[in-house]
């Protein structure tokens, strides 16, 4: 099958590779990269199936200024809702794909495992079951992917969980034990599987390797450059220095400042991502685990 992934960083890489094993595979990104397969966007476009990387605080303006739908089938593989709107992705996409072309990846996967060929499991969502069918088989044997219709639940987990793994990197830095490691994580997995159900999203994916899978993976690895940006917030690191030395996309940071726009607009209590969202904005990390555990 021709496949055509769009964005040339860590998580487009190792996709790239990933499906490169049992296919055609060509690769885009902004500025051209001396690297294999590589194709201008317009090339890209014309591929029977993409794989979207593009980070989710740049999409709406990439796909209004560069995307051209023409019956191509698409997994965005980015995780993250937007800051600016606190529009979810699927809501963004639905502009220029319709339901049926489009599909999302979800579950706990670091790039940098996925280029080693470890083995790794994930969910491709869809309400288009035999698109997500399809998506599932071009994966190569390292690689088991399980399919959902719970489009919204992927997508809530998949964002979310980054802001839990700012928190969690937070209370590494502060050298808080793992005691609070496993409280802020077991609640974090039930704030966001309750702010799921606000839009209808399914338990089963908070369970699964959406939700739990995913979150385990990000909040408990210096792997994570979500939970790194917690490790420099602990060290009391401005958003903007911590931003310049990882020099990669931290989605949960976009993601708190969208939660916090939601939150106040649906009044919701999210109690964690609130103290993130604070954090982010110069508030004490001491005294957010004090408001967090009297609250
Ligand atoms: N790295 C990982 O292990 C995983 C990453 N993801 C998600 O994949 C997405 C991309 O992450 P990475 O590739 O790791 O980040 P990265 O920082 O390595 O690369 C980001 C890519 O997006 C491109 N990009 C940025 N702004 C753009 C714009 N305005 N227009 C076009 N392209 C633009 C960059 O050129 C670069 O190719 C994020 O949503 C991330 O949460 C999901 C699963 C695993
Ligand atoms: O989503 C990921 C793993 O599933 C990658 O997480 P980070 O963006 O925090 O590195």
């Known amino acids: 099958m021709k496949v055509g992934v769009i964005g040339a960083g860590k998580?487009?890489?190792?996709?790239?590779?990933?499906?490169?094993?049992?296919?055609?595979?060509?690769?885009?990104?902004?500025?051209?990269?001396?690297?294999?397969?590589?194709?201008?966007?317009?090339?890209?476009?014309?591929c029977e199936y993409l794989i979207i990387t593009v980070p989710a605080q740049e999409v709406a303006r990439w796909l209004e200024e560069n995307f051209i739908f023409s019956g191509q089938k698409v997994l965005v593989a980015s995780k993250g809702i937007e800051a600016?709107?606190?529009r979810f992705l699927n809501d963004i996409y639905k502009k220029h794909i319709p339901d049926e072309n489009i599909a999302f990846l979800s579950g706990p996967s670091f790039a940098a495992e996925v280029i080693q060929s470890?083995?790794?499991?994930?969910?491709?969502?869809?309400l288009n079951e035999t698109l997500s069918s399809e998506f599932a088989a071009l994966f190569p044997p390292f690689i088991k992917a399980y399919t959902s219709k719970d489009v919204i639940g992927a997508e809530v987990s998949g964002a979310y969980k980054n802001v839990i793994a700012i928190a969690a990197?937070?209370?590494?830095?502060?050298?808080?034990?793992?005691?609070?490691?496993?409280?802020?994580?077991?609640?974090?997995?039930?704030?966001?599987?309750?702010f799921g159900k606000v839009y209808g999203a399914k338990d089963d994916s908070f369970v699964g390797?959406?939700?739990?899978?995913?979150?385990?993976?990000?909040?408990?690895?210096?792997?994570?450059?979500?939970?790194?940006?917690?490790?420099?917030?602990?060290k009391g690191k401005t958003q903007d220095e911590i931003m310049k030395e990882l020099g990669e996309v931290a989605e949960g940071i976009g993601t708190s400042y969208a939660l916090h726009r939601i939150a106040q607009n649906k009044d919701l209590y999210l109690p964690i991502a609130k103290e993130v969202y604070a954090m982010l904005e110069g508030k004490n990390p001491q005294e957010s685990l004090r408001d967090l555990l009297s609250s």
């Open 11 to 46: 998580w487009g890489s190792a996709l790239a590779y990933a499906f490169g094993i049992n296919n055609e595979v060509y690769i885009t990104s902004r500025t051209p990269r001396d690297v294999d397969n590589f194709l201008p966007l317009e090339e890209i476009l014309k």
């Open 84 to 86: 600016s709107s606190g």
């Open 118 to 126: 470890l083995p790794t499991a994930l969910v491709v969502n869809s």
């Open 169 to 194: 990197g937070i209370c590494e830095g502060l050298g808080l034990g793992k005691n609070a490691a496993a409280a802020l994580i077991s609640r974090g997995l039930v704030e966001m599987q309750r």
């Open 209 to 234: 390797l959406s939700g739990a899978g995913d979150l385990f993976l990000t909040a408990s690895s210096t792997m994570s450059r979500n939970f790194r940006v917690g490790l420099g917030l602990a």
